[in-house]
């Protein structure tokens, strides 16, 4: 198999051609794996969730939208890393602990202190993430974190999540029907068991199905107009011209405007940092599971595995970087799960359909970042951008909530969970954590200390199981 051949073509069962590079595979666009039509396509529309953040720039940390979409253009670069690095997932943002990273730069005031905090975070994250990668000890870390202060940091970060919408003079108070609208038919979209049965019975429904957020988006490009919440759209013709000057001289730590921050916001950003890892190593473990089950559907005819240390490696250095050229709010994540799961699910369908997985994620991220530089595409999503983000904040405040209950495994996990979860939202992730591990070590004892995940089952039910036999 030649490294730089004409083909991206593989035998049966074999890992997709690539050039080893230590720890990676690196592929190119065309030799290595087949460009895929209909994942470049998708990403293009689907660029209005990644724009989402460019709103939340402009309020927290005062950036121009032509700064913002800089940053968001420099964060799409990073996302085309992952596909051609070796690992076979569609990287997105760290979505539930966006709010906590809100309200804890809230604590800031805005200008130089608030962007020195968010500097700080991002690049410790980075550091952190790459520092766990390089020496595997990811699981370890996540391991000796107790199961009801897993719960409660997930449920915390949903209800924050939610709160971004719904809190007085938010987002809700200036588009309620848009944002009632939309997100009714999102949920029902994803969640609701009827609709599940529809697309079951229609392909019709299940293309729709597939397609995520996008039709709720593409619902409020025309409810929100109608309803005199937002103008229509305002199409303008060209190419988006990145103000990468103007980023690196006024928006970074190289600049004199902004400079780096003090050690202090280093260790004042590490319990967020560990809250935060805590979520993202929950996105590991999902992006495992949907790549083997993809596999197994697809009999062996790829030989595709996910490596989470290659996966932490990639996420610190995005991270790092970011922190250094174009702090970015909503951070760099290791899976953007609904799109995954899409890609999966067409992935399954065939060498036909999508010849290796590496060719569906790399397309459409190549996609998303198509799309950045395409000013129609750009101005039509550009008024729904607030909606946008609102829609991805209460799906994920939702998955957050759902997950972080199943998280605990007893009663007393749960309401364990329940403090935490409150404090993280009233006082941050350095009390969370204080708060819990009393808590953890007040009812649980010496069989806490011995061992994180041993409980006296007798004297404390697991919750999964009753809730199972009731």
Aim: charged fraction near 15%; proline fraction near 6%.
């Amino acid at each position: 198999m030649s490294w730089l051949g004409p083909t991206y073509k593989r035998n049966f069962g074999e890992v997709q051609p690539h050039i080893p590079l230590g720890p990676f595979q690196l592929r190119l666009p065309f030799i290595h794996y087949r460009f895929e039509l209909p994942d470049y396509i998708q990403g293009l529309l689907m660029c209005a969730v990644c724009l989402g953040i460019i709103p939340v720039l402009q309020e927290y940390l005062g950036m121009p939208f032509e700064v913002a979409i800089t940053v968001v253009i420099l964060n799409g670069f990073f996302y085309l890393w992952h596909a051609h690095l070796g690992d076979p997932v569609i990287p997105g943002w760290i979505t539930p602990a966006i709010p906590l990273l809100l309200l804890w730069l809230k604590t800031f005031p805005e200008g130089v202190a608030r962007m020195h905090a968010l500097i700080a975070f991002e690049m410790e994250l980075g550091i952190f993430a790459l520092l766990l990668g390089a020496t595997g000890l990811a699981k370890r870390f996540v391991d000796i974190v107790p199961d009801a202060l897993k719960s409660g940091i997930l449920i915390g970060a949903g209800v924050a999540a939610v709160r971004l919408v719904f809190e007085a003079g938010g987002r809700f108070d200036s588009y309620p029907w848009t944002i009632t609208i939309a997100i009714g038919f999102a949920f029902y979209i994803l969640f609701s068991n009827h609709f599940k049965t529809l697309r079951n019975k229609h392909v019709v429904f299940k293309y729709l199905s597939d397609l995520g957020l996008m039709p709720a988006l593409v619902l409020a490009i025309i409810i929100a107009p109608l309803l005199g919440e937002l103008p229509w759209p305002t199409i303008t013709w060209g190419i988006t011209v990145p103000q990468f000057y103007t980023l690196f001289t006024e928006w970074t730590p190289f600049s004199a405007r902004i400079g780096w921050p003090p050690l202090s916001l280093y260790m004042a950003a590490f319990p967020l940092v560990a809250a935060t890892y805590v979520v993202l190593f929950g996105e590991l473990i999902q992006a495992e599971a949907l790549i083997d089950e993809a596999r197994e559907f697809r009999h062996g005819d790829e030989n595709v595995h996910y490596d989470a240390n290659r996966n932490n490696i990639i996420c610190g250095i995005r991270n790092i970087s970011m922190s250094m050229l174009g702090p970015d709010l909503s951070m760099c994540g290791p899976l953007w799960a609904a799109m995954q799961v899409v890609t999966c699910e067409r992935y399954k369908h065939g060498r036909e359909a999508m010849d290796s997985l590496f060719g569906g994620v790399a397309s459409f991220r190549l996609g998303t970042f198509t799309s950045y530089f395409l000013m129609p595409i750009v101005t039509l999503v550009k008024p729904i951008l607030p909606i946008s983000l609102s829609l991805t904040m209460l799906v994920q405040g939702y998955v957050a909530i759902r997950v972080g209950v199943l998280k605990a495994r007893t009663f007393n996990d749960l309401g364990v969970a329940g403090i935490v979860g409150s404090v993280l939202i009233s006082r941050g992730a350095g009390y969370a954590f204080a708060v819990g591990v009393v808590l953890c070590l007040l009812i649980y004892g010496k069989d806490f200390i011995r061992n994180w995940s041993t409980y006296d089952t007798t004297k404390d039910p697991v919750f999964n199981s009753r809730i199972g036999a009731e």
